[in-house]
């Protein structure tokens, strides 16, 4: 997930967040007409009673996604760690997550890959973390933590296109565990010219600092991406 791209979706957002809704609605209630097609049916003679329905489905709609958004952080959210350690800067933050219930996470290379004294902060208590693995051409780190866990639960990243809803669990600017709510926009394999080593996915979400290393959690509670800056 590219926070430049995501800046970019910024001034788009509320359209895109109103699209999502209906596209929920949409998939929710086995409606087989579109917006254009329920204008013009109203214009064809639809009464009255039957047009107000759609200010109402479309609060449905919202209130659906809402609770969606919140059963899946309440749920998922267990899984997701506050990353802390110093690297030539000085002290950092970030997000991860576990993937197995040995203590393996999942994190950004900017948040893991030349950082030292790790820690990780899970259920209230301070653990020390250590570097398994990293990869800077795909931004990912692994890190391990020596404690009993519970897991992620990874899902099929195929599966994932373009409108898809989707939302993040992380810890922006150092504050508490946070949802946040978007769509998937695109998958690309290269910008401005250049290659990436693996397809990165677009994503309407706000770019906050503290974020990179959170998990791309679907609305069947998967994580199926990484956000790597």
């Not at 996470?105 to 990293?134: C, H, Q, W």
């Not at 709510?181 to 401005?192: Q, S």
Request: overall charge positive; aromatic content about 8%; charged content about 20%.
């Amino acid at each position: 997930v590219c926070e430049r791209s995501a800046t970019l979706a910024i001034p788009g957002g509320r359209i895109l967040i109103r699209s999502v809704m209906y596209w929920s609605m949409v998939l929710r209630c086995g409606a087989q007409r579109s917006l254009f097609g329920s204008a013009f049916a109203r214009g064809q003679g639809t009464s009255p009673a039957t047009a107000l329905e759609t200010p109402l489905q479309q609060e449905s709609s919202t209130n659906s996604i809402s609770r969606e958004v919140k059963e899946i952080f309440e749920k998922s959210g267990k899984a997701v760690v506050k990353i802390r350690g110093t690297d030539e800067h000085g002290d950092l933050s970030g997000t991860g997550f576990f993937i197995d219930p040995a203590g393996t996470i999942y994190t950004a290379f900017s948040v893991g890959g030349d950082t030292e004294n790790l820690t990780v902060e899970f259920e209230g208590k301070t653990y020390p973390a250590r570097v398994m693995m990293t990869d800077l051409r795909s931004g990912i780190a692994i890190l391990k933590a020596d404690i009993a866990t519970p897991a992620l639960p990874i899902g099929k990243s195929e599966t994932m296109e373009v409108a898809t809803p989707v939302m993040t669990i992380g810890y922006p600017f150092d504050l508490p565990s946070t949802p946040s709510f978007g769509m998937v926009a695109g998958f690309d394999r290269k910008f401005l010219g250049r290659y990436f080593c693996t397809t990165h996915g677009r994503v309407h979400l706000p770019p906050q600092r503290g974020g990179a290393g959170a998990p791309l959690v679907s609305f069947h509670g998967v994580w199926t991406r990484i956000r790597v800056a």
